[in-house]
């Protein structure tokens, strides 16, 4: 089996997960080549890990580069921390001035505040990174290698950590509110609330992209041994519940040989848990990949690849 239906126009977003040590990235490169050949395809590392780099051969970082001179192919790493100090920077006089309206906090107190990272906050930077990327249209798919299955999960709850945010600043804004209005009569919106209706607009933008089955799809990697199927297994009804579809799976390390002792001994340990992923992850299209010689990174590697994954 080939994997399918990622070229579909209205598909945006293809997101790779899994535990571990699958193959995520060289799936999702070999994927985002694919894709390439007829569509202009952002790359996006969400892994603090960051292994697209040593995959590709060629250095990436936190900025888009053109990967090997395709020029349909384009690669980022996203970095947390440097997109909440962007996102801060953007946004710092509203920031300052929703603590100076809605605290007793001083302005010594307020710069202390404002220069504290906030729990949670790299996922949220992530995903509001990679629809900032989609809003500003210059591609035509969006493919995102996720780091270990938590960090996934956590990426796609970010959402969900963002609203509660904006929730809890909306409480402390309707205070000042009402003071305003209490002493004035009447109040005036200003750039704080502006700023907070934004973030809510982009609240529902991820939330939206990522429950639309025609705009989105995760794929899920495993390999055949017992702690990835559990894993694969609790992501999959994790995804479930928010709303999020996958149908298909990648079967990664797949041992095919028969030509020694050992790959006979591993290609019969295998059995067992493949017929589990039938069972288990009957109602998803499998792919299997069986296992290369030698690690997968550059071009030609990442081209056999692409070429078992797409038939």
């Given amino acids: 089996m080939a994997l399918k239906g990622l070229e579909n126009n209205d598909l945006k977003l293809i997101i790779f997960g899994g535990k571990g040590g699958v193959g995520k990235t060289s799936c999702a490169i070999a994927t985002a080549l694919k894709l390439a050949e007829n569509s202009r395809t952002l790359l996006i590392s969400t892994d603090p890990a960051h292994s697209v780099s040593d995959c590709l051969e060629q250095p990436v970082g936190f900025r888009v580069v053109q990967v090997n001179s395709n020029p349909n192919l384009s690669a980022i790493e996203v970095v947390a921390d440097e997109a909440l100090s962007s996102f801060k920077t953007e946004h710092k006089a509203a920031l300052k001035k929703l603590l100076e309206t809605s605290t007793n906090l001083d302005n010594e107190d307020i710069d202390e505040m404002m220069a504290l990272s906030i729990p949670g906050i790299d996922e949220v930077m992530s995903f509001k990174t990679i629809i900032d990327f989609i809003d500003e249209g210059n591609f035509d798919k969006y493919v995102v290698d996720t780091a270990p299955t938590g960090h996934a999960l956590r990426l796609i709850a970010s959402p969900k950590l963002l609203d509660e945010w904006i929730k809890v600043a909306a409480r402390m804004r309707w205070k000042y509110r009402y003071m305003i209005t209490a002493f004035s009569g009447s109040y005036q ?123």
């Avoid at 999020?244 to 041992?255: K, L, S």
């Avoid at 059995?271 to 109602?283: A, R, V």
Wanted: with cysteine; hydrophobic share 40%; aromatic share 6%.
């Fill in 189 to 311: 919106q200003d750039d704080v609330d502006a700023f907070l209706l934004s973030l809510k607009k982009t609240v529902k933008r991820i939330e939206n992209m990522l429950k639309d089955s025609d705009k989105c799809e995760f794929v899920p990697v495993c390999i055949p041994e017992a702690m990835a199927i559990l894993e694969t297994g609790r992501l999959l009804t994790d995804l479930e519940s928010s709303g999020i579809v996958a149908r298909q799976i990648i079967v990664n390390h797949v041992n095919e040989s028969d030509g020694c002792d050992f790959c006979k001994r591993r290609k019969a340990g295998q059995l067992p848990y493949l017929q589990e992923i039938n069972t288990t992850f009957g109602s998803l299209n499998k792919v299997e990949v069986p296992v290369f010689t030698e690690e997968i990174k550059g071009m030609e590697a990442l081209g056999r690849l692409k070429g078992i994954l797409f038939g």
